[in-house]
């Protein structure tokens, strides 16, 4: 007999390289040897297992950013992008249809993600370059808010819009102009680390 655990750890790689809405009920049960009767045992339907699947990932991920922030409480900045480069190791492996599917498809698991983006940006992110900033390692008059709403809000929007970024440019590339290069502007010459170099 098969587990709930197992059964969203198998959902959720498929659905983020699939596509949520390109994988079937009776596909994962195939692929997992159970019946779709099974999957509706833990689960009332399609969405309901979506949504899990989608936040199991997102508490790995957060878990993940509180180690990080744990790790490295004395330096926000570093905190601010070894989060992000945890991040683009996620979108790596995500095709953009799985989140194109839960906007058009799945309203619940596209509020989860919609809130989780936020509270990522507007409160973890801002609240550590706050701390940078009173640190003296961002210059005062950045307006942080702003900045989080530029460069650090759905930054997953800006890689899969129209082409998929993780296609055309390595993810190091990708991270070092989406992240490091944005974060250079606003650091005052207090600041050092090995990423600025």
Known sequence: MITKAELLKCSITMFTQYGSKHVTLDELANT????????????????????????????????????IIINNNNDPILSVILIYQRGFDYLKYIKPSFLFGLEKYYPKASRLFDDFTKELANSIVY????????DRNIKKEVNLELI??????????????????????????????????????????NYSNSYFD
């Open 32 to 67: 997992l040897g159970i019946s779709k009767k099974t999957i509706y045992t833990f689960f009332k339907n399609k969405e309901d297992l979506v949504t899990c699947s989608l936040e199991i990932l997102l508490n790995e991920y957060r878990e993940d950013i509180n180690r």
């Open 127 to 134: 609240n550590l370059l706050k701390q940078a900033q009173e």
């Open 148 to 189: 989080v709403k530029i460069y650090f809000f759905r930054i997953d929007n800006l890689v899969f819009k129209e082409n998929n970024l993780f296609e055309l440019f390595t993810k190091e590339k990708l991270f070092k102009h989406l992240v490091i290069y944005n974060l250079k502007g606003i650091i005052t010459n």
